[in-house]
T-cell receptor, first 110, second 116 residues
Framework: LAKTTQPISMDSYEGQEVNITCSHN???????ITWYQQFPSQGPRFIIQ???TKVTNEVASLFIPADRKSSTLSLPRVSLSDTAVYYC???????????FGAGTTVTVRA | EPEVTQTPSHQVTQMGQEVILRCVPI?????FYWYRQILGQKVEFLVS????????KSEIFDDQFSVERPDGSNFTLKIRSTKLEDSAMYFC??????????????FGPGTRLTVL
């Protein structure tokens, strides 16, 4: 499994854009990049997934450069309720288990 | 919106006792999982289950753990003889991989297990 590295924590303010970059230098050809969000005392929640270029949904955008060795999760105009831990995961879809790292704790302040 | 449910939300037990944690996955999902998260630590994979058998398990999932899908809706995790270090939040998840590379799993709210 490709190992991921992401910042331990990030602070932001309401209304700002938050960008979290994840490094995955050893990503394999069959691997996809997936981001999950976890609030305290709750289960992780899927945010977005991509293979290359850019993916956007109603919650976030995911930017993946051509070499796929990193990815950036972009949260537009965050609110206090976006305070959570964000996990970057890389894996082969045939290996259905998810391997979580420590994640990035994002704290949004008023 | 369909969701994964888990019961109980909190279970307190004495060391050495058996516990059964229950989950109802989303009805049309085919893959089921258990994860655990010790307080302040990362989410750890325990086991995946497909077609009525374990498809993969981690080193954590030793002989004291077992899983079962006793009927068409429930998915259970049994810990035979609990230890203090089993205290954690246990999450059930389910998925229905469709598109290529689909790694979306749906997690339940968790059961907090406290072993005294």
């Amino acid at each position: 499994l490709a190992k991921t590295t992401q910042p331990i924590s990030m602070d932001s303010y309401e209304g700002q854009e938050v960008n979290i970059t994840c490094s995955h230098n050893n990503i394999a050809t069959n691997d996809y990049i997936t981001w999950y969000q976890q609030f305290p005392s709750q289960g992780p929640r899927f945010i977005i997934q991509g293979y290359k270029t850019k993916v956007t949904n109603e919650v976030a955008s995911l930017f993946i450069p051509a070499d796929r060795k990193s990815s950036t999760l972009s949260l537009p105009r965050v609110s206090l309720s976006d305070t959570a831990v964000y996990y970057c995961l890389v894996g082969d879809a045939t290996d259905y288990k998810l391997s979580f790292g420590a994640g990035t704790t994002v704290t949004v302040r008023a | 919106e369909p969701e994964v449910t888990q019961t109980p939300s909190h279970q307190v037990t004495q060391m050495g006792q058996e516990v059964i944690l229950r989950c109802v996955p989303i009805s049309n999902h085919l893959y089921f999982y258990w994860y655990r998260q010790i307080l302040g630590q990362k989410v750890e994979f325990l086991v995946s289950f497909y077609n009525n058998e374990i498809s993969e398990k981690s080193e954590i999932f030793d002989d004291q753990f077992s899983v079962e899908r006793p009927d068409g809706s429930n998915f259970t995790l049994k810990i035979r003889s609990t230890k203090l270090e089993d205290s954690a939040m246990y999450f059930c998840a389910s998925s229905a991989p469709g598109l290529a590379g689909d790694l979306e799993q749906f997690f339940g709210p968790g059961t907090r297990l406290t072993v005294l």
